[in-house]
């Protein structure tokens, strides 16, 4: 325990500063589709550890967790068939967990995000920018791709020839702030 307090107390003098802070996650997500594309929504928040160093930040979240319900495309039924395809009743959540993702303040950097959805367990990269600290807290922006296939999900479609493209291209914005 002693020890503990002791490094607690050093971790200052060797320019490292931890945090647990709040992680507000909006997340926007970009479809084809036979006909048109498409652009949807969510957001949730969940705490996250928040790691400076001399070489930039370290950032850990052990769950960010979206209730597939509250995922929109602002289209009642294209909205419709989303929450069809990933069957809430049997998969309410989509999961990502991220740990140990170090980050920079001057360049972008590749990251692996674990994903959980719909039943299946995935690693995938994520390009993130280089984090900026503002006046609202830490913002930090990434993109990935993700492939509805490896995630188990059936594409919508209609009468089978208007069908929704296999890759989803997604874009996350985090604003760390105090709790």
């Known amino acids: 325990m002693k020890n503990t307090i002791l490094l607690l107390c050093c971790l200052p003098l060797f320019g ?4 647990l802070l709040n992680a507000k996650t909006e997340l926007t997500f970009d479809g084809t589709s036979t006909l048109h594309d498409f652009t949807g ?15 930039g930040a370290t950032l850990s979240i052990a769950e960010v967790s979206f209730d597939v319900k509250s995922l929109s495309t602002d289209h009642k039924k294209r909205d ?31 990251q692996i995000l674990v994903l959980n959805i719909h039943g299946q367990s995935l690693e995938v990269p994520v390009r993130m920018e280089a984090y ?6 830490v913002v930090l922006n990434g993109s990935f791709t993700l ?9 919508p479609s209609v009468l089978g020839l208007i069908r929704v493209g296999d890759e989803i291209k997604l874009q996350v914005k985090l604003l760390l702030t105090q709790p």
């Open 16 to 19: 490292v500063q931890a945090d």
């Open 41 to 55: 929504h969510g957001e949730t928040e969940s705490p996250a550890d928040w790691t400076l160093n001399e070489k």
């Open 80 to 110: 419709k068939n989303m929450l069809k395809m990933f069957e809430p009743d049997d998969y309410p959540k989509a999961n990502g967990t991220i740990k140990d993702w170090h980050l920079s303040k001057k360049e972008a950097t590749d």
């Open 132 to 137: 900026e600290n503002t006046p609202e807290g």
């Open 147 to 155: 492939s509805l296939k490896a995630c188990d999900l059936k594409r």
